[in-house]
Nanobody, 123 residues
């Protein structure tokens, strides 16, 4: 059974930092592409960043230079380091896994999702 478990969310002030983690089990992690998505109240789920199985990373424009996505295949975990946080980053953050190894911006490409972790940035 595949499980993705996010952690690291919380409440921070504008300009602060958080590090999200997503621990995967039940899959051959190194062959999967991984991505972080987020969903704010009343809005659609939004792709934030992705890392392919070959560790190519891509980011949505609004987080470039502030967020860094990495993976540790030995720990079956991906990390999203979020710096210089802004109130508009407030959302529930989800990690997702793509067995094809990519980092698509289409949610239909992801077979597995975590339960989400809340990130709240106060102004």
């Amino acid at each position: 059974q595949v499980q993705l478990v996010e952690s690291g969310g919380g409440l921070v002030q504008t300009g602060g930092s958080l590090r999200l983690s997503c621990a995967a089990s039940g899959l051959t992690f190194s062959s999967y592409g991984m991505a972080w998505w987020r969903q704010a109240p009343g809005q659609e789920r939004e792709w934030v960043a992705g890392i392919t199985r070959t560790t190519i990373t891509t980011y949505i424009d609004s987080v470039k230079g502030r967020f860094t996505l990495t993976r540790d295949n030995a720990k079956n975990t991906v990390f999203l380091q979020m710096n210089s946080l802004k109130p508009e980053d407030t959302a529930v953050y989800y990690c997702a896994a793509d067995y094809r190894g990519g980092s698509s911006r289409r949610h239909q490409e992801y077979a597995y999702w975590g339960q989400g972790t809340q990130v709240t940035v106060s102004s």
